[in-house]
């Protein structure tokens, strides 16, 4: 029975209600089914057990919610598993009406929806987002597989993901964990580990994004870890004519075998504060036929771009074994601090090429380039400002051991 409270005014008589409580499998054998005979501000609670099915969400706003959220147990226990179904295992494709809530489940066993144009791919192999807002806590995406999105598949929709894990997600093609186009989407505290791409091949193109792939859009990642993710260029995220911020966010053993090991920019502004990098690379494949370029980070016809306060760490590339630009319209470090990056050929630290670079207030030290030069930082064409700031410790096989 749902419950009102009748609030009188002068005005008139106001009746509000209460989102009621539903409970799977209690009240309702299924969630579709709870979902289904919700209303607006009700909320659908999912004891512990595997639920093979798949779930839809209407336009109107419904909280699906383990029994505890913030419970690691009782979320790993409460499991959708869409095993079976060849689909998404959440989808939420209607634009009206205010967001829903996902809140402490396991989603696991996607295959995605059919993308169409008739391209036979699948998009969103956790989780189907189209049109929409929704907001999702405390969720464990594992083990879903696309072509587009493993985890995730967000697009013109403003999702905000919290105290999130994406692991072990597969897309052949682009975001492993996350694919998202237009409208924001907002990452807090949450943790990408070992989602993938195809690697290359003579047989099949190369991925894009092992975590997280965005374009065309604004993407927010406070507080995240990404850990041994991989793809043929962005092993952490690929980001395309996008607006990025990252703040507080630790990348570390990402892997690409192209372009930016850790992060891939592209015609893309990024601000990135208070943030790590620490062995990530990009070593190129095929017998060195193909080099790979940014260990950490590659940027490329790029806006603003800026670090501050932010460390690089062990991270190696064939050029740039922390950092590669390329034509961007200026890229600022501030109080960064780069130790113990390594280039196979040069630009042990930096790589920059054609773009406008400031190093303020940081340090470069015990980097290495092995055979070409700049241990620390290589500059090729463009413009270099230094200020205030020490090289120290820096080798090269080559010319210009600092710089």
């Not at 959440?90 to 402490?104: A, F, R, Y």
């Not at 907002?186 to 965005?214: D, I, K, L, M, W």
């Amino acid at each position: 029975m749902r419950h009102c409270l009748l609030l009188t005014c002068v005005f008139g008589v106001a009746t509000p209600c209460f989102g009621e409580v539903l409970r799977v499998p209690a009240d309702f054998a299924t969630i579709q089914g709870c979902i289904n005979a919700a209303v607006d501000g009700d909320e659908c609670v999912v004891s512990p057990g595997r639920y093979n099915e798949v779930i839809l969400f209407h336009q109107w706003a419904v909280t699906v919610r383990s029994t505890d959220p913030t419970d690691d147990a009782v979320v790993a226990a409460t499991i959708v598993d869409g095993t079976g179904f060849e689909r998404s295992v959440v989808t939420s494709s209607t634009g009206e009406g205010s967001p829903s809530v996902l809140s402490g489940l396991t989603i696991t066993g996607g295959m995605g929806a059919e993308c169409g144009q008739g391209t036979g791919d699948r998009c969103g192999g956790g989780m189907y987002i189209r049109y929409k807002d929704l907001t999702v806590n405390y969720c464990v995406f594992i083990g879903n597989d696309a072509v587009l999105g493993g985890g995730i598949y967000a697009v013109e929709s403003s999702p905000t993901f919290t105290n999130c894990t994406f692991q072990g997600n597969m897309a052949s093609y682009r975001g492993g964990g996350i694919f998202h186009i237009g409208g924001k989407v907002t990452a807090n505290n949450c943790t990408f580990t070992a989602n993938r791409t195809n690697r290359y091949s003579r047989f099949r193109r190369g991925g894009e994004g092992g975590a997280v792939f965005s374009s065309g859009g604004q993407a927010t990642f406070n507080e995240c870890s990404f850990d041994h993710n991989a793809a043929w260029s962005g092993g952490g995220l690929f980001n395309k004519e996008s607006d990025v911020r990252v703040r507080g966010c630790v990348f570390r053993a990402n892997e690409a075998d192209r372009f930016g090991g850790a992060m891939y920019n592209e015609a893309t502004g990024l601000i990135v504060i208070d943030s790590t990098f620490r062995q990530n690379k990009s070593l190129g494949i095929l017998s060195r036929w193909i080099l790979g370029s940014g260990g950490a980070v590659y940027g490329v016809d790029g806006r603003s771009t800026s670090f501050e306060k932010c460390v690089f760490e062990g991270n190696s590339a064939d050029f740039g074994g922390g950092i590669y630009s390329w034509r961007l319209s200026d890229v600022l470090f501030t109080n960064c601090s780069f130790m113990d990056n390594t280039a196979n050929k040069q630009g042990g630290a930096i790589y920059n090429n054609s773009s406008a670079a400031s190093v303020v207030t940081s340090k470069l030290e015990r980097n290495s380039s092995r055979e070409l030069g700049g241990g620390g930082l290589y500059q090729f064409g463009g413009s270099l400002k230094v200020l205030d700031s020490v090289f120290r410790k820096n080798e090269t096989g080559g010319r210009g051991g600092g710089l």
